[in-house]
Structures are given as structure tokens and as C-alpha cells.
């Protein structure tokens, strides 16, 4: 959990996404959850469907508290160029 202070419902968030999760309680927690639904964006994206199709409207706000790796920010570089807006891998590139 990457804050100051504790936060209990973030906690039991992180046990929730533990316990569902493909691993099932392994250990294992993916970085966007449940990632069966940010994988499969691009995908969508790429076949040409709509972002209003997949309910993308409140895409903007996707990235509030998600830590950037590397991989889900080629993948969010790969579907922002779908969607026909700018997106420079500048940044992704110095960063990682």
C-alpha cells in the first residue's frame, strides 16, 4: 500500500483483490484490478469498437492512485493511439 497514513479501506481492498484474483490468494496481485478488463481494452481497440461501446467516459480518472509500471503504460500508450489522441513514450522511455 503506498500512502502515509494506514487506511483500513484500502486494506480490505487489497484482501479482496487478493482473494479474486487468478492466483487465488497466492501472493500474487495484479497492478490494475481485475485485469482481465484492462488487458482486454487495447484488444477491443484495435477491432474498432467505440470507447463509448466499452464505457471508456471516465478514462481520465483511471490513473488516480495507480503506481506506473512500465508495462501498463505501453499498454495505456498502445489504446490512447486507438483512439486516435496524442500520447508521446517519452517520458515511459526515461522513466523505465
Known amino acids: ?3 502515509i497514513q494506514w487506511d483500513e479501506n484500502t486494506e480490505n ?3 479482496k483483490v487478493i482473494d479474486l484474483s487468478s492466483g ?3 501472493g500474487g496481485v495484479p497492478s490494475t484490478f481485475p485485469s482481465s478488463i484492462f488487458e482486454i481494452t ?3 481497440l484495435k ?3 467505440s470507447p463509448e461501446a466499452l464505457g471508456l467516459e471516465q478514462m481520465e480518472n483511471v490513473d488516480s492512485g495507480i503506481l506506473a509500471d512500465v508495462d501498463d503504460t505501453a499498454k495505456s500508450t498502445v489504446a490512447t493511439n486507438l483512439l486516435n ?3 508521446d513514450p517519452t ?3 526515461t522513466e523505465f
Do not use: D, H
Open 85 to 87: 489522441l496524442t500520447s
Open 42 to 44: 487495447s484488444t477491443f
Open 13 to 15: 481492498y487489497l484482501r
Open 24 to 26: 487465488k490468494s497466492s
Open 91 to 93: 517520458k515511459m522511455i
Open 1 to 3: 500500500m503506498f500512502c
Open 47 to 49: 477491432v474498432g469498437l
